[in-house]
């Protein structure tokens, strides 16, 4: 089973900065891919940005250039580094991981609790 400590979000005005992160421990053979989900309000979940441990990345359209997601295998973290934010940015951030149990040797897949971004203009 694997935990995931999700950490930033807050408010913050169009234009500015905030960082998410997201710690992942517990019991696995490997974490394949990490990343950062958001849903705002009467929308679906959507993909925001995610890496392999291979260190590929995928951003959606809508945050390419204003969004760096890292990740650091060694410390099994991911953050998600958010600039020039705007309202449209306001949601919860969910952190998303796809490991390998450690017991049961099968792919599976942990969210956080979400987190929540507010940006206001």
């Known amino acids: 089973q694997v935990q995931l400590v999700e950490s930033g979000g807050g408010l913050v005005q169009a234009g500015g900065s905030l960082r998410l992160s997201c710690v992942a421990s517990?019991?696995?053979?490997?974490?394949?891919?990490m990343g950062w989900y958001r849903q705002a309000p009467g929308k679906q979940r959507e993909l925001v940005a995610s890496?392999?441990?291979?260190?590929?990345?995928n951003y959606a359209d809508s945050v390419k250039g204003r969004f760096t997601i890292s990740r650091d295998n060694a410390k099994n973290t991911v953050s998600l580094y958010m600039n020039s934010l705007k309202p449209e940015d306001t949601a919860v951030y969910y952190c998303k991981v796809d490991y390998v149990s450690a017991t049961l040797r099968i792919a599976r897949t942990r969210w956080g609790q979400g987190t929540q971004v507010t940006v206001s203009s």
């Open positions: 890496a392999t441990n291979g260190g590929s990345t």
């Open positions: 517990g019991s696995f053979l490997s974490i394949n891919v």
